[in-house]
């Protein structure tokens, strides 16, 4: 299990030649093996190809969007891990996004430390399930990763255990104002990201939620917290 | 005092208007030809013509001798270069800026140049997140720093008939005065707080939502 | 220069588009802001960086280019106020470790060092070469 981590080929779809090579370049400095798709259709070929462990997937794309590549992927790989690469301010469908298991969304743009970063933990999640699920911070990991994994219930669960570990930090609460949205109900949600922010007020990813959701800023994305 | 205003349109001749009267005596700069021949013949002011972020105009305007600079152009990078150039060079002891983009407030602070918003003001008094009737005036003083709010007590309020000093109010927050029947009640640790109360609630902007909840008990 | 920085040009006009043209091809992050899209026609097809539309005297408008994160914010627009604005704004309210502003008015030099901005004059820069051409040109025919 360990050794497997980090280490499995990456994908990179994104239809802006400077993306791609952005991205290419930046994951070059951790020696992955990476690889590129200009659109859905080429992404999908590959997939059948290539056992890949990471898609990074720009959602706006001509033709296939990223939307229905993601849909397509989880059918037959429903493991893979997935990155969602955004635009700015064009985040209603991060909910969408979300239903089909992604948690990671990166915005445009973005600095090479960032994507690394972010490459990193997220490739790194796997070991956290051979780890005992104790601890407010492995809850939250978990949760993230039951979403990712379409397991929302699987995902409650691991919210609610978090609150129990430590009802004092606003991170679960988030979350579990995120999987409300997802299922419908924004009031629930939103009392939810309030109680985030009644534990701490400085906690920008409740606060972006709440904005969002009530609708005083146009875009935004879905925030989970780092 | 003499006050520097750059800057044009109805703000500013209002502003004129008001030093004016209080006995300041004023100098305009602005950059419309037009703008300042209009303000010289409405106004006891003098005029100078000309791009108030150029030194040479700020000195033509008389900047050393001023006590005051108000820079209240469109652009956030004018009354910033304004300012800084007048406390700078000129050691106007007041320079006070306005931004329009409310996210530069704090940065203009950081740069040691007053600030103000009046988009944060104008928003903030209809400020939707609390989403209750009770609540009125949310007026930001002193720089942003403190909240001023007037909250009636409603009928269920968890503390109707509590007094002051049972009250669990969280730190940094006072209640400085209650409107009772039209009079106005400097309260003490035993006032008991009745429903239909007006009370005027000061706090930091931190522990606002916690202020209300508390006296409301509603979530914030 | 270090390798593999990231950078980000304020203005894409002349200056800002070479600029980030250049850095873009040796290997750096780039993020391009200007407020008129046309402007990024200026750019390079090799381009291999980010643009972000927008005003950057915005606050949003620079966290939304990842200031945070630069390593360097060159401000090259026409404005010598929004160039000494933004370039403070970095340092300020991001931590930018270094700075570079484009100052068109020589006279405004003594204000930038006073407030600690680094700045190239092109009217001075330009100034010093003719200079030195006119002089390297004399001492020839003086010689001649």
């Not at chain 2, 409310?102 to 009046?118: H, M, R, W, Y």
Request: glycine share 6%; proline share 4%.
């Amino acid at each position: 299990m360990e050794a497997s981590c980090g280490k499995e080929p990456v994908l990179i779809v994104d239809d802006e030649k400077n993306i791609r090579l952005t991205l290419t370049q930046a994951l070059e400095a951790m020696e992955l093996d990476t690889d590129t798709a200009v659109n859905g259709e080429e992404a999908l070929a590959k997939l059948a190809d290539k056992p890949f462990g990471l898609i990074l997937l720009d959602l706006r794309m001509p033709g296939m969007d990223g939307m229905e590549v993601l849909r397509r992927v989880r059918q037959t790989r429903p493991d893979i891990k997935v990155i969602i690469i955004t635009a700015y301010g064009s985040i209603e469908s991060a909910v969408e996004a979300m239903k089909l298991g992604a948690v990671d969304f990166i915005q445009k743009p973005f600095a090479p430390k960032e994507i690394r970063g972010l490459v990193t933990k997220v490739l790194n999640r796997d070991t956290l399930q051979a780890a005992k699920a104790k601890g407010y911070g492995t809850h939250i990991e978990l949760a993230k990763k039951c979403i990712q994994q379409q397991q929302f219930e699987a995902a409650q669960e691991h919210t609610r255990q978090a609150i129990a570990a430590d009802a004092t930090r606003p991170e679960a609460f988030n979350l579990l104002g995120v999987l409300l949205e997802m299922s419908g109900n924004k009031l629930e949600a939103q009392k939810n990201y309030r109680a985030a922010l009644a534990l701490d007020p400085t906690y920008k990813p409740a606060d972006e939620n709440l904005s969002r959701t009530t609708g005083l800023t146009a875009g935004g994305g879905i925030s989970l917290g780092r | 005092m003499k006050v520097l205003i750059v800057g044009g349109g109805k703000p500013v001749y209002f502003l004129c208007r008001t030093f004016l009267a209080k006995g300041h005596e004023v100098t305009v700069i602005n950059r419309d030809q037009q703008e300042c021949v209009q303000m010289a013949r409405r106004l006891k002011v003098t005029v100078v013509h000309g791009d108030g972020s150029d030194q040479r105009i700020l000195e033509e305007a008389g900047a050393h001798g001023a006590d005051a600079v108000l820079a209240i152009t469109p652009n956030d990078q004018d009354n910033l270069a304004i300012c800084q150039l007048a406390s700078l060079q000129f050691q106007v002891p007041r320079a006070v800026a306005l931004v329009n983009d409310p996210d530069n407030e704090a940065v203009f602070q950081k740069l040691g140049v007053a600030a103000f918003s009046t988009t944060r003001t104008i928003a903030s008094l209809i400020e939707q997140r609390t989403a209750l009737d009770e609540i009125t005036n949310l007026i930001p003083a002193a720089e942003g720093k403190v909240n001023i709010t007037e909250v009636r007590l409603p009928a269920d309020s968890p503390v109707a008939g509590k007094s002051l000093r049972d009250l669990a109010l969280p730190a940094h927050s006072l209640i400085a005065v209650i409107l009772r029947n039209g009079q106005a009640l400097v309260p003490r640790g035993d006032t008991q707080l009745q429903v239909g109360d007006r009370i005027v609630l000061i706090t930091l902007p931190v522990n606002h939502g916690q202020a209300l909840k508390a006296i409301t008990g509603e979530e914030s | 220069m270090a390798s593999n920085l990231f950078i980000v040009v304020v203005g894409c006009g002349r200056l800002g588009s070479h600029l980030a043209n250049r850095l873009s091809r040796a290997g750096h992050g780039v993020v391009v802001i200007d407020r008129d899209e046309q402007a990024f026609r200026n750019l390079s097809a090799e381009y291999s960086g980010f643009r972000v539309e927008g005003d950057a005297t915005e606050l949003a408008v620079l966290k939304q280019a990842k200031v945070d994160q630069a390593d360097l914010v060159i401000a090259t627009t026409r404005d010598d106020n929004v160039n000494l604005m933004v370039t403070q704004v970095a340092r300020a309210a991001f931590s930018v470790s270094r700075v570079l502003a484009r100052v068109f008015e020589p006279t405004r030099k003594p204000i930038y060092r006073r407030l600690g901005i680094e700045s190239i004059c092109p009217t001075s820069v330009a100034a010093e070469l003719f200079l030195e051409s006119m002089a390297a040109t004399r001492s020839l025919e003086d010689s001649a």
